[in-house]
């Protein structure tokens, strides 16, 4: 059950909130997780529970059945929820892709029944749920467009400018190839082959788990191209 300093936080993140009285956040918990505790949110899996995220991160991904590959669809954080599981559990469907837990991250975790009503009944939960759908959609929209129309070295350098740009260029990136290839939807046979060409090519250096950035413009030029 959530108690008053808990709900005081959830609201102050999630306005949309406001509405829904004390007494129907009973059957409601704040749950703290790792990305080592075992959770059930995946692809398949009718939902038990909706869950908003209060703090930390969640990367929302597809997985090839055959293939194994994954292609990471967007990440929620703070403030938000996964719309593709507000849909799951509003239409009582199965989840159409997979959580995973990169940082410690507390969640909201509202029983399903008990959220449709919320949303049956509370127009500002309604809405707050249609803006993350239409901006999730957005996302992966132009995730499918750079999937199917840019080459791998055109997305490949774009992500890893974008990825050292989170840390201010101060730092090696933490980067695996594995990872690297989950991001961006492809094989990770495909990463390594086209990150020795930039290697090569002295825009960045390899080493153990990690990627050095030599030539930022370079890179640059490279994720301009889009040919």
């Keep these: 059950m959530i108690n008053n300093a808990q709900l005081s936080r959830i609201r102050l993140l999630f306005p949309c909130f406001a509405s829904v009285p004390e007494d129907n956040w009973q059957r409601s918990e704040l749950v703290s997780i790792t ?19 209060v703090s930390g991160g969640v990367r929302i991904y597809k997985l090839c059945p055959t293939s ?9 954080f703070g403030g938000e929820c996964c719309p593709l599981m507000m849909a799951s559990v509003i239409g009582e469907t199965e989840y159409e892709a997979s959580a995973a837990i990169e940082v410690p991250t507390e969640v909201v975790a509202v029983p399903a029944a008990e ?21 999730r959609i957005t996302d992966v929209a132009s995730l499918l467009g750079k999937i199917a129309f840019q080459p791998i070295p ?37 990463v ?27 890179l640059q030029r490279i994720a301009d191209s889009r040919v």
């Design 35 to 53: 990305p080592d505790t075992p959770h059930s949110v995946r692809e398949g899996k009718l939902l038990e529970h909706a869950l908003f995220i």
């Design 68 to 76: 194994g590959r994954e292609v990471t669809l967007y990440r929620a």
């Design 115 to 135: 959220f449709i009503s919320w949303i049956d009944e509370c127009k500002p939960i309604r809405q707050f749920v249609y803006r993350q759908l239409v901006g």
């Design 154 to 190: 055109v997305r490949l350098a774009d992500f890893l400018l974008a990825q050292a740009q989170l840390q201010h260029f101060d730092a090696p990136l933490r980067l695996t190839h594995d990872r690297i290839a989950a991001e961006l939807g492809t094989a990770r046979e495909v």
């Design 192 to 218: 390594s082959r086209t990150l020795k060409t930039f290697q090569s090519q002295e825009a960045i250096q390899l080493q153990r788990g990690q990627v050095v950035l030599l030539d930022p413009a370079k």
